[in-house]
């Protein structure tokens, strides 16, 4: 068996480069022809699955990292029948536990890619504008994978894991630019959630949902695109939510106080949030965000105050903003058994 992996070695601020020997070690003694590439900057890993999307010598390609690597490597390979791999690495590893890839145990993680089940996953394709550049996170720009916007304006990424604007993507940028190093894993989301949460300034936005009328929301809270059940290291925001699923599902949490959403921290980690303060969880197709004008009308200028747009953890764009489902766009080897579905 031929891999090609994509390796992250910066993941988990530089634990990977100490796990990835024994990976690569036990690949080895598995008998698995392995090919490493890796990566030096921000799209590189969507750059090298791209350049072997159609390669005849290759059976896998594997991303090894976090979220952010799956979703490089999954953007570079989507639309093809490629298969990716996934050897978890990060700090959130969400998309990984959508597919019942152990986090810790390398026998497991490499039986999954020899062994495993083959799903074709959908995703969310993602319009909006560009976040302005970062020293550590450069302004994301149009490339092939992901194709062109409908606004020339925008930029287009696709999202596997889940895409949110409010308080948890400004928890991401955070993260992106360098906030919190010293913390390590899940708890790294939760002190920056805090953080963000004392920061934050209440906005308008409007909304539209699939082919209901938009309407007016105060963006205190979040809401969440989601196409797996956890993101943030394993807070389960979206309850029976699986990447096979046929559709998004939509988690809204508007006109929340701060003492509100410091409270929803606990029930969000385990589930427990939708009904509460008038939480909501429901499937969608389409979802349409965009800053009012002194009227309350919508308007195609970005808000006042960032509402960080993410993708699979990266917060590369504002406001306005639409994403839209799209099935089978990867192949994934997973789990013989996965969460919601099995």
Known sequence: M????????????????????????????????????????????AEIAHSLKDSEDIDLVVAM?????????????????????????????????????????????????????????????????????????PAPASNPWDGEPRDSRDVVRWVFLESDGGVTSAVSRMKTEGRAKRIRGSMKYTWLGIVSIFG???????????????????????????MCETFGGGYRVAPGTHPMQGHGTLVMAYGLSKFKMLNLMGPLRKGRHVGKWGITLQSVRRFEIRAVDESDEPTDEPHEHTVWIQADGEPCMTTPACLEFHADQIWVRGAKSIPNLD
């Open 2 to 45: 031929r891999l090609a992996v994509i390796a992250n070695l910066t993941a988990r601020d530089g634990k990977a480069a100490k796990f990835w020997p024994k990976v690569h070690a036990h690949m080895l003694e598995r008998g698995l022809e392995v090919q490493v590439h890796e990566t030096q900057h921000v799209g590189h890993a």
């Open 200 to 226: 934050w300034k209440r906005r308008k936005a409007w909304i539209r949902i699939d082919d209901e009328p938009g309407r007016l929301v105060d963006l205190a809270g979040l809401y969440c695109c989601c």
């Open 65 to 137: 990292g976090g979220d952010g690597s799956v979703h490089e490597v999954a953007s570079g390979l989507r639309g093809s029948e490629m298969r990716l791999g996934i050897i978890p690495t990060g700090t959130g590893n969400d998309y990984a536990r959508a597919h019942a890839i152990p986090l810790k145990d390398i026998p497991g993680m490499v039986s999954i890619l020899i062994e495993g089940v083959d799903r074709h996953a959908g995703a969310l394709r993602l319009e909006g504008r560009p976040a302005a550049a970062h020293t550590l996170y």
